[in-house]
């Protein structure tokens, strides 16, 4: 079946760094996402990653996959509060759906 | 601003009654996809639209449907509603018929009483 799995909370220092972990089910998802949704606004697509790709950068934000372990981490550099939100992990669904799978959602706290 | 919008922002409405979510797809985009978002059940794929018809269908239940038309904009039409229904409805969209890059829009927020 397909699930994805993420820790509901986490709570680091400003200026630190953040890694936000995802675990997921399906080993034939083809791309995997990472969402920030901001208290009372909609989802914003950070960043996504081909499963052929084992790590991703862009700008402040890493992404790493572990294919094998079917793990996915975010990892935000320089954690700001401008960061605090709600992160979540997906999967494209697989037997042909294009729609997407999310884990719970990691609260994301920064705090000075 | 993601390019998709969706009206209206709030809705407060009674159990039994219906109601009906709009979305207007980002510019150029062909493919409208419904979410629902609640705190039992996190965020659901409900349907998905392409250039008018129906590609993909996810957890939506028979009381809900929906259509996207010829302009492109899709509404989806909830029915027969009850507490349970209370929920963010998210409108996404993207290019084609495969998800590479997915938008959201803000969302309607249903509040059913």
């Known amino acids: 079946g397909e699930d994805v799995e993420q820790s509901l909370f986490l709570s680091v220092r400003e200026g630190d760094s953040s890694v936000i972990n995802c675990t997921y089910t399906d080993s034939s998802s083809t791309y995997l996402y990472w969402y920030k949704q901001e208290p009372g606004a909609g989802l914003q697509l950070l960043t996504y990653i081909f499963s052929n790709m084992d790590m991703k950068q862009d700008q402040r934000l890493t992404v790493l996959l572990n294919k094998k372990d079917k793990h996915l981490s975010l990892r935000i550099a320089d954690t700001q509060t401008g960061d605090s939100a709600i992160y979540f992990c997906?999967?494209?669904?697989?037997?042909?759906?294009?729609?997407?799978?999310f884990g719970a959602g990691t609260r994301l706290a920064v705090h000075p | 601003d993601s390019g998709v919008t969706q009206t209206p922002k709030h809705l407060i409405t009674a159990t039994g009654q219906r109601v009906t979510l709009r979305c207007s797809p980002r510019s150029g985009d062909l493919s409208v996809y419904w979410y629902q978002q609640s705190l039992d059940q996190g965020l659901q794929f409900l349907i998905q639209y392409y250039n008018g018809e129906e590609r993909a269908k996810g957890n939506i239940l028979e009381r809900f449907s929906a259509q996207q038309f010829p302009d492109l904009h899709s509404e989806l039409n909830l029915s027969s509603l009850e507490l349970g229904d209370s929920a963010l409805y998210f409108c996404?969209?993207?290019?084609?018929?495969?998800?590479?890059?997915?938008?959201f829009g803000p969302g309607t927020r249903l509040t059913v009483t």
């Open positions: 997906a999967e494209r669904g697989s037997g042909g759906y294009n729609k997407l799978i």
């Open positions: 996404a969209s993207s290019v084609g018929d495969r998800i590479y890059e997915q938008y």
